[in-house]
């Protein structure tokens, strides 16, 4: 299948009432788990691709290209983003080699420099048909929407998008990034508010310290892309600790990163059927 735009996905899981999956890939192997999980589950993806994964890997490229080609090669609908993106050459570099999606986040920078640098890399990202996501979190909190008492203001917000031009918006409302224990209570008449006022969807980040049935009410307060890394990414160091553990003279790395890509991708098509609908 052609790789789907994540207006596609993003739009279509708005109108069914649905969430928007969007899951990290950190390497080959989780994008192939990830894959394979939207395609037995039958429910469109969005594959991400954050700028700490390219600073861990050296360069954008070579992950980029490779996820764009399980994408287009997937019997599932799955588009490819990048998440976290600071750097504005970055940005150019990964919409240049092919990514049609991505965040710009510029919440570290006061408000009214949050708003210019948002509203110009939109317009480029436009004018290269690619869709933006941007965040907005408190005025003056320092870690945007990750903080964990952030909430991010209705009225702020529909300035923001106004002024920035931006297709999708990552709100504060009560989760934060890194969480091991998946404990997490949204606000979500902040959540009912914020659907109510603003033009575009809105994305959860930190959604891996919320349980299975937060994520369902806040995906029916109006929420809609759901990005999870921190659980996945556990689950794939426990699955290698396991197995380590149980084999202690293995050598070969695929022994053990092969059952981790297996158990990533059980645990995502669960999310996946907990979050997202069937593609029609
Ligand atoms: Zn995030």
Redesign the pocket.
């Known amino acids: 299948m052609p790789l789907v735009p994540t207006a596609s996905v993003v739009d279509r899981a708005r109108a069914a009432g649905a969430g928007a999956p969007a899951f990290n890939v950190l390497h080959l192997e989780t994008a192939e788990a990830l894959v394979a999980a939207a395609e037995r589950a039958g429910i469109p993806l969005i594959l991400q691709i954050s700028e700490n994964c390219v600073r861990y890997h050296g360069s954008l490229r070579p992950l980029l290209l490779a996820t764009l080609a399980l994408a287009e090669s997937s019997g599932a609908d799955v588009s490819v983003h990048l ?2 993106i600071t750097d504005p050459g970055l940005l150019r570099e990964g919409v240049e080699a092919g990514a049609r999606s991505v965040m710009i986040d510029a919440s570290a920078l006061p408000y009214e420099e949050n708003v210019a640098v948002t509203a110009e890399l939109t317009g480029w990202c436009h004018a290269h048909e690619a869709y933006v996501e941007a965040e907005l979190g408190e005025v003056g909190g320092k870690d945007g929407v ?1 903080a964990p008492g952030a909430r991010t203001d209705p009225g702020e917000a529909m300035a923001f998008v106004d002024a920035t031009g931006v297709d999708a918006l ?1 709100v504060a409302v009560g989760s934060s ?1 890194a969480m091991r224990a998946r404990t997490t209570v949204l606000d979500k008449e902040l959540i009912r508010a914020l659907r109510r006022r603003l033009p575009v969807p809105l994305v959860l ?2 959604s891996s310290g919320v349980p299975d049935e937060e994520l369902r009410a806040a995906v029916a307060a109006g929420m809609t892309k759901i ?1 999870i890394s921190t659980h996945l990414v556990s689950v794939f160091t426990g699955e290698v600790r396991r197995t380590l553990a149980d084999s202690p003279s293995l050598i070969d790395s695929r022994k053990y990163v092969g059952p981790a890509r297996e158990a990533v991708s059980a645990e995502a098509e669960r999310l996946l059927r907990v979050l997202g609908a069937e593609a029609s």
Do not use: E, I, L, V
């Open positions: 998440d976290h990750h990552a990034h980040h930190g990005n």
